[in-house]
């Protein structure tokens, strides 16, 4: 079974400049997230949807994050304008199980650099 | 709300020593606990889990006991191996709220020859 998939694996840009991440969740599970982490700050949830509704977006750092789910198969988080602080690597999970139970199935991520 | 503390790190271990990473949670209701592996480079992996008390999760030769009368739910191994070395997270999910995963702050487990 193909796992979760996030693109790119890296990405290296200029600060300003717009940054889209994106994922595919696996095939059937409703609840999809997105976490940033970072050495100083370690593993942080910045937002989850469920049946592509978001739920939770309060750990979105600020207005210059964005995440959407247009369908069940893709979700894209957007960084506009990019800062330097925003350097991070980024996961992405989905989950099928709405009681919590199941584990959450996590992307190889993606490590951003915002020069 | 819901939290979960981790022994603080690193540690470093030779290979075949016994390991125990402690963890202890915060949480209402009947929580599920589980254990995550970051390797180098990779997302967090699953190793096991739990979901009521007294309940055993065990993979890999790791085990952990959901100890509802202490919230706990340590980690331990017998024997480590250098492949082993890695990134551990406790987590939870439930009490007042099930829809997202409560995280430790995660322990680096470095095993030599």
């Known amino acids: 079974d193909a796992g979760v998939i996030q693109s790119p694996r890296h990405e290296v840009t200029e600060m300003g400049q717009e940054v889209t991440l994106r994922c595919k969740p696996i095939s059937g599970h409703d609840y999809l997230f997105w976490y940033r982490q970072t050495m100083m700050r370690g593993l942080e949830l910045l937002i989850y949807?469920?049946?592509?509704?978001?739920?939770?977006d309060s750990g979105m750092p600020e207005d210059r994050f964005s995440a959407k789910m247009p369908n069940a198969s893709f979700s894209t988080l957007k960084i506009q304008p990019s800062e330097p602080r925003d350097s991070a690597v980024y996961f992405c999970a989905s989950r099928g199980d709405s009681r919590g139970n199941q584990p959450q199935h996590f992307g190889d991520g993606t490590r951003l650099s915002i020069l | 709300g819901n939290s979960v503390t981790q022994m603080e790190g690193p540690v470093t271990l030779s290979e075949e020593a016994f390991l125990t990473i402690n963890c202890t949670y915060t949480a209402t209701g009947y929580p599920s606990l589980f254990w995550y592996v970051q390797y180098p480079g990779e997302g967090l992996q699953l190793l096991l889990k739990?979901?009521?008390?007294?309940d055993k999760g065990s993979n890999k030769g790791f085990e952990a006991t959901y100890r509802k009368e202490t919230t706990s739910f340590h980690l331990e191994k017998g024997s480590v191996q250098v492949s082993d070395s890695a990134v551990y997270f406790c987590a939870l999910t439930g009490g007042t709220s099930y829809g997202k995963l409560t995280f430790g702050q995660g322990t680096i487990l470095t095993v030599h020859p």
């Open positions: 739990a979901t009521k008390a007294d």
């Open positions: 949807f469920n049946n592509n509704v978001p739920i939770d």
